[in-house]
């Protein structure tokens, strides 16, 4: 299939937005798991798992309902390895649930593994020529790990320190180790919109003064700032007089300022979104092409902070949002609109989302 034609300028004065087809055409739909999913990074929120410290398996699926790709977490004598779970005799899965293991046995005929993925053995095997060969091994998947989370990519496209050192320079100063996960936070939503009008609401404070009363109170929205980097970019919400802000050490490259949030978006659908109280994580999932499910897991680190300022109710925004990208879903598809022009002050983050977009499909 031939890539759909997108050329967004460089020069964001001169640019226009996607075309419109981006967002509903079911064929450029497919390629973009291809060629924009399939080499990018994934957060593993599965991973949250390995944490208890004994030799422990994790089967999980990167973004399942659309790349669907079957993988496997395992921790033995403390080293962390990420590989495909799909048996490499006959194609099951080799791990079916979570759980403590010394070895990783296929049950559908025997086939073993250690648990770096190496074969071990295979039984009736005795007269095979040129068996075993590293064929036999379960392929090894890219994997990184920044505190408690975990990250792989089938064929990554890109270093993943090129994510994580513009997010370290900023929220480094927070400890992640102490962090702890709150499921009673954990939810998901079922959006009727394509994932990236998503992603495209969250990368502009354009919009906050239209549809978030509440964050309106509580972030100086003239203050409010957009940085870009290779495959990140930040916003910056400086918290009114009075909003919990973050105690920034010194030598901080925003030291001296009332910062009330930083919010990372990671190419291309992962959202990092740090507060004085913690971490919430945002993962857009992509199940067709006018729907997706948005997770969000919390990581606190501060309680006593959780129900104030910028990060206060993320339910109540996130309904906010969920109305309003369902709406340019509708209003997208319409035979009467082309494309449209982007705002130089308050829409640079959704330009570098589209120059990616553009590039990564080219």
């Known amino acids: 299939m031939n890539a759909p034609r997108m050329n967004v300028d460089p020069d964001i004065g001169r640019a226009r937005t996607l075309p419109g087809s981006f967002y509903s055409d079911p064929r450029e739909f497919d390629l973009q798991r291809e060629r924009i999913f399939a080499r990018a990074w994934h957060w593993i929120p599965e991973g949250v798992e390995l944490e208890n410290g004994s030799d422990y398996a994790v089967p999980f699926t990167i973004l399942p309902g659309f790349l669907d790709e079957e993988l496997l977490l395992t921790r033995s004598n403390g080293d962390m390895h990420c590989m495909s779970n799909v048996c490499t005799h006959r194609g099951t899965l080799v791990v079916e649930t979570s759980g403590p293991r010394k070895h990783l046995r296929c049950r559908y005929h025997g086939r073993r593994f250690a648990m770096d993925g190496r074969f071990v053995s295979m039984p009736e095997f005795e007269n095979v ?118 105690e920034l050490p010194a030598g901080h490259p925003d030291a001296g300022q009332r910062i009330a949030a930083y919010y990372f978006w990671v190419f291309p659908n992962l959202m990092l979104n740090f507060y004085p109280w913690g971490l919430s994580i945002n993962l857009v999932r992509p199940l067709a092409v006018d729907r997706c499910r948005v997770l969000f897991e919390s990581y606190v680190l501060d309680p006593s902070k959780r129900a104030l300022g910028a990060g206060a109710d993320l339910d109540k925004v996130e309904r906010e949002d969920e109305e309003v990208v369902q709406m340019v879903q509708k209003g997208i598809r319409s035979r009467l609109y082309t494309s449209g022009r982007y705002s130089p002050t308050q829409e640079r983050g959704v330009h570098h989302f589209h120059r990616l977009l553009a590039r990564f499909l080219a």
């Open 129 to 246: 020529e040129g068996f075993p060969s590293e064929s036999d091994n379960l392929p090894r998947v890219a994997h990184q790990t920044w505190g408690p989370l975990h990250f792989a990519s089938l064929n990554p496209a890109f270093d993943f320190e090129k994510i994580l050192a513009p997010v370290r320079e900023r929220a480094g100063f927070l400890d992640l180790d102490r962090m702890k996960l709150d499921p009673r936070d954990s939810r998901s939503y079922d959006v009727a919109s394509h994932w990236a009008l998503y992603c495209e609401n969250y990368l502009e404070g354009f919009h906050i003064p239209f549809v978030h009363p509440d964050l309106r109170r509580a972030l100086e929205v003239k203050s409010y700032r957009t940085e870009l980097f290779e495959y990140v970019n930040l916003q910056i919400g400086v918290g009114k007089e009075g909003e919990p802000c973050f």
